[in-house]
Antibody, heavy 117, light 110 residues
């Protein structure tokens, strides 16, 4: 059974760093892209970026380029989304999702990130 | 920057048929955009309905169908049910690994 399990909710202060994770199981992790999606409170889904764990090749939406870092560790089947300096506007739910050739077929349960002083 | 457009809201009567669309601020949606559709109810993770234009994800009932209609991608729900009341998002693939979500359509069944 394919599963994407994300790390738990985080509460951080502005300026702090954070790395959240998405662990894949039930399939060959290196053969599928993993994407990250933001959902701010009461808003729609936004595509942030994607990585191919086979060669750790990330791609970013222009809106998120330079704001976050996407990485992967294929040895533990885990993808990451990282911030070096959080802002209050980063408060959101973050989802990871597996991309097959034509779309996203499996989703993580989401990680809620709250940034507040 | 390319904007993917969706109707902000739509309503359908129980048992009725509704077609939601997904377009581009500039240009037409073609098969090479591999349109996909996702359903999300408040507080839940998105659920994949359709990928590659018209392929239903596992477990999705056949009253959900995808297509290209004119210059847009389309999601048609036939025989709408109360639990179809959700937000629906399309995604278009822009190439080089990049995708873009539409703004979403809030569907009301009443």
């Amino acid at each position: 059974e394919v599963q994407l399990v994300q790390s738990g909710a985080e509460v951080k202060k502005p300026g702090e760093s954070l790395k959240i994770s998405c662990k894949g199981s039930g399939y060959s992790f290196t053969n599928y892209w993993i994407g990250w999606v933001r959902q701010m409170p009461g808003k729609g889904l936004e595509w942030m970026g994607i990585i191919y764990p086979g060669d750790s090749d990330p791609r970013y939406s222009p809106s998120f380029q330079g704001q976050v870092t996407i990485s992967a560790d294929k040895s533990i089947s885990t993808a990451y989304l990282e911030w070096s300096s959080l802002k209050a506007s980063d408060t959101a739910m973050y989802y990871c999702a597996r991309r097959n050739t034509y779309g996203y077929d499996f989703w993580g349960q989401g990680t809620l990130v709250t940034v507040s002083s | 920057q390319t904007v993917v457009t969706q109707e902000p809201s739509f309503s359908v009567s129980p048992g009725g048929t509704v077609t939601l669309t997904c377009g581009l601020s500039s240009g037409s949606v073609s098969t090479s955009y591999y349109p996909s559709w996702y359903q999300q109810t408040p507080g839940q993770a998105p659920r994949t309905l359709i990928y590659n234009i018209n392929t239903r994800s596992s477990g999705v009932p056949d009253r959900f169908s995808g297509s290209i209609l004119g210059n847009k991608a389309a999601l048609t729900i036939t025989g709408a049910q109360a639990d179809d009341e959700s937000n629906y998002y399309c995604v278009l693939y822009m190439g080089s690994g990049i995708s873009v979500f539409g703004g979403g359509t809030k569907l009301t069944v009443l």
